[in-house]
């Protein structure tokens, strides 16, 4: 069974407005949560991340927000450049196996111009 | 500085084949992870490296599969006797500790003939 869904295969945004990438997941002991871009041919890179405590977490145009009651992040890209065009997981860890992260299957992001 | 290096980068064997994977991951970074990535999928955890401590080896798929890290660095996973179900992106990962993001190498693609 899948603990971490990403239900868009892909997403295509004009350059300049936003991007909104969704995750759900089902497991309610995952307490830490993180967004990966991967680039074709290398290795994902790491974006931004948040912990349960918080229900946001901002780094320049990256945000991230938790929605702990409906199970749901969302990482918002804000304005959208081309170079954002990648493929973008989402992750996740639990209290009880706190290196162990369950990765989804990733969102492919289109930047138009 | 260096990130996480792996070689080779691409491999191609025949069915039957034993093949050895190479990671050498950032220096000081204790905890190394090995993943594997199949088309379409996101990553999937194989075998876990924290320090001196025993690896966790939960992950791997069978008893073909088995990885080691010498010196609490460079890391090599061996895949004895590969099916073509073993085809797939193997990638590498390091951290500096637990519950930090991980930082990945770019992978070696795995084709099994």
């Known amino acids: 069974d899948q603990q971490v869904k990403q239900n868009s295969p892909s997403l295509s945004v004009q350059e300049g407005r936003i991007s909104i990438l969704n995750c759900d997941y089902t497991?309610?002991?995952?307490?830490?949560f993180l967004w990966y871009k991967k680039y074709p041919a290398e290795g994902p890179t790491f974006l931004i991340s948040?912990?349960?405590i918080k229900d946001k977490n901002e780094d320049g145009r990256f945000t991230v927000f938790l929605n702990k009651s409906a199970k749901h992040l969302s990482l918002h890209i804000v304005p959208s450049q081309p170079g954002d065009s990648a493929v973008y997981f989402c992750?996740?860890?639990?209290?009880?196996?706190?290196?162990?992260?369950?990765w989804g299957a990733g969102t492919k992001l289109i930047i138009k111009p | 500085g260096a990130g996480v290096s792996q070689s080779p980068s691409n491999k191609v064997t025949e069915k039957g084949k034993d093949v050895e994977l190479r990671c050498d991951p950032i220096?000081?970074?204790?905890?190394l992870y090995w993943y594997r990535q199949s088309l379409g999928q996101g990553l999937e955890f194989l075998i876990y490296?924290?320090?001196?401590?025993?690896?966790?080896k939960s992950g791997l798929p069978s008893d073909r599969f088995s990885a080691e890290r010498t010196g609490g660095s460079v890391s090599t996973l061996t895949i004895q006797r590969t099916q073509q179900e073993d085809s797939a992106v193997y990638l590498c990962?390091?951290?500096?500790?637990?519950?930090?993001?991980?930082?990945f190498g770019d992978g070696t693609r795995l084709s099994i003939l």
């Open positions: 992750a996740a860890s639990a209290r009880d196996s706190n290196y162990q992260l369950i």
């Open positions: 220096s000081g970074h204790t905890a």
């Open positions: 497991n309610s002991m995952f307490d830490y």
């Open positions: 990962a390091s951290s500096p500790g637990v519950r930090q993001p991980q930082h």
């Open positions: 948040i912990s349960s």
């Open positions: 490296f924290q320090g001196n401590s025993a690896p966790d």
